[in-house]
């Protein structure tokens, strides 16, 4: 099973070959780095799409040119176009590498995440195959599964043990907001934890999209942020806290920020500037519109930690730029600016504020 720990791509037939061979003892064996490169060079569709229908508990990563080659119908061997059946893979290096970067030094990055957080790099690319084909709603009761799995998980405990403990400091008023004729701002107001989404930030979002839903008299909701980072992500001095993961998971499902977004029956955009980390990206994703500020800097940190998104990130991000972007950002922990956001359609229009 050394062919699955490497950071050489294999032929889609080779590939094909050692994922129906792998026993539960081998899976044990590939499981310090649970991926698999594949050379898209000269791949066979028919060999990548029996690949990828077999969901093997690996992060499948396409190299080479082969995903860009047209759908013609002929290209790359007998079954027809690659490109549908090289989007079966989790991570295609054709797609999110710009002309000129370094494929090595990619595969490397990919290898190493996932070495170093197997369980979490599994788990993200088993539920973005899953999430993709559900609705949202649903989609956010998968991801919290995933995230409470985790949760209980080795990989996290260690970082948790690692962290020096900080004590948490609520916000007498987490969100503002403001009513401007059929417009309802509401405006994150935790400045000096650079809006660190926290649980006062989540029960007061909540009630003021619950509230919005239910005034016909609205048309626009608006999200805002106060200081200079829109937001840092979620609290870390809360993190590990929940003593009953399970109940955790019941109430992640039951007081989401991002399924009140999805349920909001009025137009709802965000004006996104600074950091947009983990929660800071995840939520705002859920608008039906996203501006950005030259400025942004966004990051999916989850997996350091030995997690993966936690707050929709999973369903709204992979919903506007597709699961395999999504799956680079998470694995790799890059920072996207306002351009490439752009290209992507993480955004949907980049101005200055104001």
Same mark, same amino acid.
């Given at each position: %099973?050394?062919?699955?720990?490497?950071?050489?791509?294999?032929?889609?037939?080779?590939?094909?070959?050692?994922?129906?061979?792998?026993?539960?003892?081998?899976?044990?064996?590939?499981?310090?780095?649970? /991926?698999?490169?594949?050379?898209? +060079?000269?791949?066979?569709?028919?060999?990548? +799409?029996?690949?990828?229908?077999?969901?093997p508990?690996?992060?499948?990563?396409?190299?080479?040119?082969?995903?860009?080659r047209?759908?013609?119908?002929?290209?790359?061997?007998?079954?027809?176009?690659?490109?549908?059946?090289?989007?079966?893979?989790?991570?295609?290096?054709?797609?999110?590498?710009?002309?000129?970067?370094?494929?090595?030094?990619?595969?490397?990055?990919?290898?190493?995440?996932?070495?170093?957080?197997?369980?979490?790099?599994v788990?993200?690319?088993?539920?973005?195959? %899953?999430?993709?084909?559900?609705?949202?709603?649903?989609?956010?009761?998968?991801?919290s599964?995933?995230?409470?799995?985790?949760?209980?998980?080795?990989?996290?405990?260690?970082?948790? +043990?690692?962290?020096?403990?900080?004590?948490?400091?609520?916000?007498?008023?987490?969100?503002?907001?403001?009513?401007?004729?059929?417009?309802?701002?509401?405006?994150?107001?935790?400045?000096?934890?650079?809006?660190?989404?926290?649980?006062?930030?989540?029960?007061?979002?909540?009630?003021?999209?619950?509230?919005?839903?239910?005034?016909?008299?609205?048309?626009?909701v608006?999200?805002?942020?106060?200081?200079p980072?829109f937001?840092?992500?979620?609290?870390?001095?809360?993190?590990?806290?929940?003593?009953?993961?399970?109940?955790?998971?019941?109430?992640?499902?039951?007081?989401?920020?991002?399924?009140?977004?999805?349920?909001?029956?009025?137009?709802?955009?965000?004006?996104?500037?600074?950091?947009?980390?983990?929660a800071?990206?995840? /939520?705002?994703?859920?608008?039906?519109?996203?501006?950005?500020?030259?400025?942004?800097?966004?990051?999916?940190?989850?997996?350091?930690?030995?997690?993966?998104?936690?707050?929709?990130?999973?369903?709204?991000?992979?919903?506007? /730029?597709?699961?395999?972007?999504?799956?680079?950002?998470?694995?790799?922990?890059?920072?996207?600016?306002?351009?490439?956001?752009?290209?992507?359609?993480?955004?949907?229009?980049?101005?200055?504020?104001?």
């Amino acid at each position: %099973m050394t062919a699955a720990l490497d950071a050489q791509a294999l032929p889609a037939g080779s590939a094909l070959d050692l994922v129906r061979s792998l026993s539960p003892a081998d899976l044990a064996d590939v499981f310090p780095a649970p /991926i698999l490169f594949v050379d898209l +060079a000269d791949a066979r569709p028919d060999e990548l +799409a029996a690949l990828t229908a077999r969901r093997p508990p690996l992060v499948l990563v396409g190299v080479g040119p082969g995903a860009d080659r047209p759908g013609d119908g002929r290209s790359g061997g007998p079954g027809g176009s690659l490109v549908p059946a090289a989007a079966g893979l989790d991570v295609l290096l054709p797609e999110v590498l710009a002309p000129g970067d370094d494929v090595d030094a990619a595969v490397a990055t990919l290898a190493r995440a996932a070495g170093e957080h197997p369980e979490a790099a599994v788990a993200l690319v088993g539920l973005l195959r %899953m999430s993709e084909r559900l609705e949202p709603l649903d989609a956010l009761v998968a991801e919290s599964l995933a995230y409470s799995t985790l949760l209980a998980g080795g990989d996290f405990a260690r970082w948790l +043990a690692a962290r020096p403990p900080r004590a948490h400091r609520p916000s007498a008023q987490p969100l503002l907001t403001h009513r401007d004729g059929d417009r309802l701002v509401l405006t994150f107001n935790r400045p000096e934890a650079r809006n660190a989404f926290d649980t006062g930030s989540r029960d007061a979002l909540i009630a003021a999209l619950r509230a919005a839903s239910a005034d016909d008299t609205l048309t626009e909701v608006a999200l805002t942020a106060a200081g200079p980072a829109f937001g840092a992500g979620g609290d870390l001095t809360q993190f590990g806290t929940a003593p009953d993961l399970a109940r955790a998971h019941l109430v992640r499902t039951g007081a989401s920020a991002g399924a009140e977004i999805v349920r909001c029956p009025h137009r709802t955009v965000a004006y996104l500037h600074g950091a947009c980390v983990g929660a800071g990206i995840e /939520i705002p994703a859920f608008a039906d519109r996203v501006v950005a500020a030259p400025d942004v800097a966004i990051q999916l940190p989850e997996l350091r930690l030995g997690l993966v998104p936690g707050a929709g990130g999973t369903v709204s991000v992979t919903r506007r /730029i597709g699961r395999r972007r999504t799956a680079w950002m998470v694995l790799t922990g890059v920072f996207l600016e306002a351009p490439a956001a752009l290209r992507w359609g993480l955004v949907d229009e980049v101005a200055a504020p104001g």
